[in-house]
């Protein structure tokens, strides 16, 4: 799957925001110090919020959810439209064409730059009132890839089952189904439903956080 799939399955931006969300609680649940996952409701002031992934391992991705509009990139550094496959970084053409311009300085924004220059391999974009996802004019040929795919894996799929089994094997440990569609579905942030997910989280700290991320506690 590239980015031309990606705009056709990509859930209304309030569904998405609602993903992002619960899977930076879930991340705030049973990592404390090393997230993959974030979101921060506040991130641009004026209503702009940020969710990001970053795996540590040099792919990522930032989804900006600003009243007019959302926009979306990714960067897997072995795919095939890496801007570093030439010596002189360079998008994979058509990557940014069409790009609104109440949300092109996205492009630009400094905290998506990486020594000066935007790195990515994927975009896409919805503006506020449009009916769909839209992205440049970007082509591929059987085989070659942007990332899309292994990137937004889990926010395309938003089930419990794809986060359980990313997180046994990321966390390495047991995690149980039921509680993680608990906070993916929104439930409120008991210290019921964090002891079954991660026995040994402190509870006040946890709650304190999703609370300042927007999700709900009991």
């Known amino acids: 799957m590239t980015v031309l799939e990606l705009v056709a399955q990509l859930p209304d931006p309030v569904v998405l925001l609602e993903r992002c969300r619960a899977l930076a609680v879930l991340d705030a649940v049973f990592d404390t110090r090393f997230r993959t996952y974030r979101f921060d409701p506040a991130w641009g002031g004026d209503g702009v919020a940020l969710a990001e992934m970053d795996n540590g391992g040099g792919d990522l991705y930032a989804i900006v959810f600003d009243p007019a509009g959302v926009f979306l990139y990714g960067f897997d550094h072995e795919s095939d439209a890496t801007p570093w496959r030439e010596d002189d970084r360079v998008h994979w053409p058509g990557l940014l064409d069409g790009l609104p311009p109440a949300l092109a300085r996205y492009a630009t924004e400094p905290a998506f730059q990486f020594d000066g220059f935007f ?21 591929f040929e059987d085989g070659e890839s942007d990332g899309a795919d292994f990137l937004f894996e889990l926010v395309l799929d938003g089930g419990a089952d794809a986060y359980a089994e990313w997180a046994e094997d990321y966390f390495e440990c047991p995690v149980d189904g039921d ?29 304190e956080e999703a609370a300042a991320l927007g999700h709900r506690i009991r």
């Open 119 to 139: 790195d990515a391999t994927v975009c896409a974009w919805r503006e506020a009132g449009d009916d769909r996802w839209r992205c440049g004019p970007v082509e």
């Open 179 to 207: 509680a993680v569609a608990a906070v993916l579905s929104g439930a409120p942030l008991t210290p019921e439903l964090v002891r079954v997910l991660n026995p040994s989280a402190d509870y006040a700290k946890i709650a």
